[in-house]
């Protein structure tokens, strides 16, 4: 297992070294850069803009300056917004999406997983059509669309939220339920695939012909099978969640690191886009390690193969 | 009994003391601002959702009146020009001072000036002050000593600054918050004069000098901002506290609206305007807004390079058909290229002709009905209006000249990029006054000017351009700019479609509250009703 861990780990750090290579050469290369703007600035102001974030220095000085600084823990200064730190700015926006995603995924979670138990354990039945029909309504509706229509009818229309932002408590309610139904639609069908495969198996059967309960049989042996597909597919699903969701995030007025990772990329901020997707990539290695650690713990079978 | 007796005196008693309890109640005004602003020093920003946040915070030597149409002295009671129409001589309040209670001199406008036209600063609003003696020099490191440039204070209250000319519209320019002082001592002691972005616009650093003073900064999230007992007007000062909502989604902004969170918005979504019309007439407020939304022309393309060919495109389109059924935002169809109404300089010369002298000058520029036209592209940025338009006029072009153009779509830095490099043929594109002036849609069109990009040029546009700045007086100086335009409605390097306006949602609660023609007014005359 220590190995496991090892070599997964080498891995991690490899890839991330790539993913910030690429993307400090491609955004380099995209046509515009961080200060092309309407109004064209004189030459002189220009050549000290590039001089004052070192954008005057050959591609690859910057480069080796940039990842000797990321070793260090220095993300460099923002080049959109000129008081700010990219430290500061993922450090003030990540809590904001870690509160977001954790409510979401809870949501997710106490909504997918039990309807998929039933959809598997009453296969073919009104409950399972239901069920299945809630989990189709999740994945072909849009946030973008159920958003404003939650805002609409419960804010606006019942006035029991306030329409957007992220001042009282109240104000995580709408868009945790939005995202994490958008998350429990394809967990729901995860859950009802793994648990009917499960449900299927000669070790059920055993269990119960040795006159196990329905529920035991369900809860106990089924959901640790069955939920192996939720459980990787919930690695790279919880870092989207947690890095957050641009079209939440920009529907409910919320400051997370989401809309910053999707506007950094539109303003050419060099060090906000490379510092997003390195908090994006390792947290997608991270929980990916993570989902890896927890289907070895309840997959016997891969337990042999690591 | 004697409680039954005393009852009416209870209640009237409670009714005080809530009526109290509601008076007490703060006024916090409540407005959709936009895009979040890159920075809140006024030296560095160029954005409009930073203009808003600058005129609460900030004060210059003149401002915007309260009847939002005229300038009036701010930070200087008054001032005096020289004949040569040169030498500006102001007189600052005496009262003024900074939100730390330091008082606000003439030397701290020099020391502003002079942070702004240090090089390693790389402010990009720098060049507003080229029209003072020596600024220009002074940034491009050509004159070493400050102290030779047009700007000095005779003593702590009399600021003067020395132009290179005459500049009539000096004054107006005055309102844009390139020329708002700043604090040094406090831009020293954290981070230094030199150096762009710097903590000191931070809540817990920031001295600034307007009627109130920074609170909060979330950014994303929130701005507020909240009375500044230091301001030299503060008794005019009505509201409490503003808060401004970072919000760049118009249908985000418009829901806020709706739910009673916002009080204004900054925009509004085109498709609600006709319904907000139709339902809620007194919510939407449309008032004109200082710039030209126009397609720029790269003259050195065949066949544009052709001024008939350029004309007639630009007679082949149906402006009154697009204002109103394509932006539907009250815009105005635009004829000429400088908004009417700017500083009362009303244009001579418009775009007239018909349709039929469309197809007589493309034919005439050999494409009878468009025959052997060759394939040109017009290039707009992506949003939902740029392309609406743009197949609306695709679509005017083929049917009134049989002439294909084919359409080209780019992401904001892209295009940037691409009309940087007038790598383009005909690209959409807009300017907004940085001052109201008809000047500053003139001087655009100089030969070889950065924003010009059209790659066209002509001697006597520049000659007249140079001459207008020496006339004698706005009647002199606008008889030049309308030979000016002249000149662009005969040769065309860009086809004005329509003039701007500014669609918002206000609350009925608001009391005062006006856009100005730079979308700038003032803050400290707005009132919010109980």
Known sequence: MLRFLFNRALQSVIALWVIVTLTFFMVRFVPGGPFTAEKAVTPEIEANLKAHYGLDKPMHVQYLSYLGKVLQGDLGPSFKYASRTVNEIIGEKFPTSVQLGLCSLAVALSIGVPLGVLAAVKRNTWADYLASTVGMLGISIPTFVVGPLAVLFFAIHLGWFNASGWFEPRDRVLPSLVLGFAYAAPILRLTRGGMLEVLGQDFIRTARAKGASETRVVLKHGLRGGLLPVISFLGPATAGILTGSFVIESIFQIPGVGREFVSSATNRDYTLVLGTVILYASLIMALNLLSDVVNVWLNPKLRLET | ?530
């Open chain 2, 1 to 530: 009994m004697q409680i039954v007796r005393r009852l009416p005196l209870l209640i009237m008693a409670l009714a005080a003391c809530l009526a109290g309890q509601l008076s007490a109640q703060p006024k916090i005004l409540n407005v959709g601002n936009g895009a979040e602003p890159q920075d809140l020093d006024p030296q560095v920003i160029t954005g409009v959702p930073e203009h808003h946040l600058m005129i609460a915070l900030n004060e210059g030597l003149i401002g915007m009146a309260k009847d939002g149409a005229h300038t009036e002295g701010a930070l200087a009671e008054r001032w005096t020009i020289s004949e040569d129409g040169r030498v500006y001589t102001f007189f600052l309040r005496k009262e003024a001072k900074w939100s730390n209670g330091d008082p606000l001199t003439a030397h701290d406008f020099v020391r502003s000036y002079q942070r702004l036209l240090t090089a390693t600063l790389a402010a990009d609003y720098s060049y507003m002050l080229f029209v003072v003696k020596g600024a220009e020099d002074y940034l491009r490191g050509k004159l070493a000593d400050f102290s030779q440039t047009g700007f000095q204070a005779l003593d702590d209250h009399t600021l003067e600054i020395t132009l290179s000319k005459r500049t009539p519209f000096f004054i107006n320019s005055l309102t844009h918050y390139s020329w708002y002082p700043v604090h040094i001592p406090t831009i020293e002691k954290h981070g230094g004069l030199k150096r762009k972005g710097s903590p000191w616009t931070r809540p817990e650093n920031i001295v600034t000098n307007g009627p109130f003073r920074l609170k909060e900064w979330i950014p994303n999230k929130i701005i507020t901002v909240e009375r500044n007992p230091h301001y030299w007007d503060a008794k005019t000062v009505l509201l409490d506290g503003i808060n401004f909502f970072p919000i760049e989604l118009t249908d985000t902004e418009e829901r806020m609206f709706r739910a009673g969170q916002l009080d204004i918005t900054n925009e509004i979504p085109p498709a609600k305007i006709a319904v907000y019309q139709k339902r809620s007439p007194e919510l939407i407020k449309i008032d004109p807004y200082c710039g030209v939304y126009f397609y720029r022309i790269n003259v050195t393309r065949k066949p544009l390079d052709d001024k008939r060919v350029r004309k007639a495109l630009a007679l082949a389109i149906d402006r009154e058909l697009l204002v109103k059924m394509v932006s539907r935002g009250g815009q105005l169809p635009a004829y000429s290229i400088v908004p009417p109404g700017v500083a009362d300089y009303t244009p001579k010369y418009r775009l007239e002709g018909t349709v039929e002298d469309a197809k007589r000058l493309l034919a005439e520029a050999g494409y009878p009905n468009g025959k052997g036209f060759p394939r040109v592209e017009l290039l707009y940025n992506t949003l939902e209006t740029h392309r609406a338009l743009a197949e609306a006029i695709q679509q005017m072009w083929k049917k009134n000249l049989g002439v294909e153009i084919g359409l080209v779509n780019q992401e904001w830095k892209v295009y940037l990029d691409s009309q940087k490099m007038s790598n383009f043929q005909i690209q959409r594109a807009g300017w907004i006054g940085d001052y109201v002036d008809p000047h500053v849609f003139l001087d655009l069109w100089e030969t070889g000017n950065r924003n010009n990009n059209t790659l066209w040029g002509n001697p006597k546009y520049d000659a007249l351009l140079e001459k207008s700045l020496d006339a004698k007086d706005d009647e002199e100086r606008y008889a030049i700019y309308q030979e000016m335009e002249g000149i662009l409605i005969d040769e065309l390097p860009v086809l004005p479609i329509y003039f701007y306006t500014r669609p918002r949602l206000q609350s009925t609660r608001l009391i005062n509250y006006r856009t100005t023609f730079l979308d700038n007014y003032p803050w400290k005359y707005v009132d919010l009703k109980q």
